[in-house]
T-cell receptor, first 112, second 113 residues
Framework: KQEVTQIPAALSVPEGENLVLNCSFT??????LQWFRQDPGKGLTSLLL?????REQTSGRLNASLDKSSGRSTLYIAASQPGDSATYLCAVRVGTASKLTFGTGTRLQVTL | GAGVSQSPSNKVTEKGKDVELRCDPISGHTALYWYRQSLGQGLEFLIY????????KSGLPSDRFSAERTGGSVSTLTIQRTQQEDSAVYLC???????????FGEGSRLTVL
């Protein structure tokens, strides 16, 4: 059974800092991995999708890496802003016709 | 539509009543998912539809829960004889292909009194 862990559970940083969020998964035979953000009381917003054949994906100030062999992904946020404050979730898919398994998220607060 | 649409956004019901939650996926998306998010908990998979294939119902917590997807588009999640532990946010997502990027709706918040 695939298990996804995100550490830390919560993180507070001052504006302008670069930061890294971690995601670990137990079954390395994944098909793809997706990062989301969730604002309070809202649905999930897709940030990045990494296929198993890729090592990283970039979108603006966000960069996600994938190391299948070690069962890890990281989300790097450059020059953090207060608007980045949200809960960040990673989710992995094992097969092409299966569900995503989610981690419990990292709650990020970026302070002025 | 532009995004995944869910209704109602909020539903308060009495224990024992039946409820229906609706999801309208992004036009052309063949895959549709239902997840549940309880207060302080992670996302729990409920059911997955892909095209004309038999749905993956492995996440439905009991036989009080059912879902259908008509014409490969709109989906309805039905909860019969609601219990207080059913209180949660029910999230729907769709993707263009069976292993593609998921896009979520805003969710339906269900409160069972």
């Amino acid at each position: 059974k695939q298990e996804v862990t995100q550490i830390p559970a919560a993180l507070s940083v001052p504006e302008g800092e670069n930061l890294v969020l971690n995601c670990s998964f137990t079954d390395s035979a994944i098909y793809n991995l997706q990062w989301f953000r969730q604002d309070p009381g809202k649905g999930l917003t897709s940030l990045l999708l990494i296929q198993s054949s890729q090592r990283e994906q970039t979108s603006g100030r966000l960069n996600a890496s994938l190391d299948k062999s070690s069962g890890r992904s990281t989300l790097y946020i450059a020059a953090s802003q207060p608007g980045d404050s949200a809960t960040y979730l990673c989710a992995v898919r094992v097969g092409t016709a299966s569900k995503l398994t989610f981690g419990t998220g990292t709650r990020l607060q970026v302070t002025l | 539509g532009a995004g995944v649409s869910q209704s109602p956004s909020n539903k308060v019901t009495e224990k024992g009543k039946d409820v229906e939650l609706r999801c309208d996926p992004i036009s052309g998306h063949t895959a549709l998912y239902w997840y549940r998010q309880s207060l302080g908990q992670g996302l729990e998979f409920l059911i997955y539809f892909q095209g004309n294939s038999a749905p993956d119902k492995s996440g439905l917590p009991s036989d009080r829960f059912s879902a259908e997807r008509t014409g490969g588009s709109v989906s309805t999640l039905t909860i019969q004889r609601t219990q207080q532990e059913d209180s949660a946010v029910y999230l729907c997502a769709s993707s263009l292909s069976k292993a593609g990027e998921l896009f979520f709706g805003e969710g339906s918040r269900l409160t069972v009194l």
